[in-house]
């Protein structure tokens, strides 16, 4: 049971090779100050790794969002990178486009990270963000592109999750 008194619960998936892997998750309304300067939420926190709190990688996201990565998982996207073929012209064009911007950030005493003005422009981030937390990443959203993204009435999820997941778990057709 954590200092708190509630039991803080931290999800883990195990890859093929039998370890463990960091899983977040959570939705945190934040707001950024005049300096580009926004505290981690505290339940955000709390999921990170204590040796990663140091070790961020704060990057262009898809969608005109920011992706937040441990220094550990921003290592694992560039060796999945490595696997492609330089040679190739899209290739090469994906690499340089998915690591533009990618920025080491740390949190200060105040439990605040900076993001970059670039990164804030790419994201049209003002002074209201949030940060949403899935899988091993964490992508901060202006809170008006977030709102937007996530305005879909249940027909359309219902819609969407058919076509998503509607194969899940199949082995093969019945027909």
């Known amino acids: 049971m954590g200092k708190s008194g509630r039991y803080d619960i931290i999800f883990t998936a195990t ?32 999921q990170l790794p204590k040796d990663a709190v140091g070790k961020l990688v704060l990057n262009r996201g898809f969608e005109k969002c920011l992706t937040l990565y441990t220094r550990k998982d921003w ?19 994906f690499i340089r486009q998915f690591s ?22 790419y994201a049209e981030i003002g002074s209201d963000a949030v940060f949403y937390a899935y899988g091993n990443r964490i992508e901060i959203w202006s809170k008006h592109l977030y709102d937007q993204m996530m305005d879909i009435d249940a027909d359309e999820f219902s819609d969407l999750a058919e076509d998503v997941m509607g194969d899940v778990g199949k082995e093969g057709d019945d027909d």
């Not at 890859?15 to 463990?20: E, R, T």
């Not at 694992?76 to 492609?84: Q, W």
Request: charged share 30%; aromatic share 6%; proline share 3%.
């Open 75 to 93: 290592n694992d996207e560039l060796n999945n990178l490595s696997s492609l073929n330089h040679f190739n012209k899209k290739h090469r064009q």
């Open 100 to 121: 533009n911007g990618a920025t080491e950030v740390n949190l200060d005493s105040a439990s605040r990270i900076l993001i970059p003005k670039k990164l804030s422009e």
């Open 15 to 46: 890859n093929d090779f039998g370890l463990s892997k960091q899983l977040y998750i959570g939705e945190f309304e934040c707001i950024i100050d005049d300096k580009g300067r926004v505290v981690v939420p505290a339940g955000l926190k709390r």
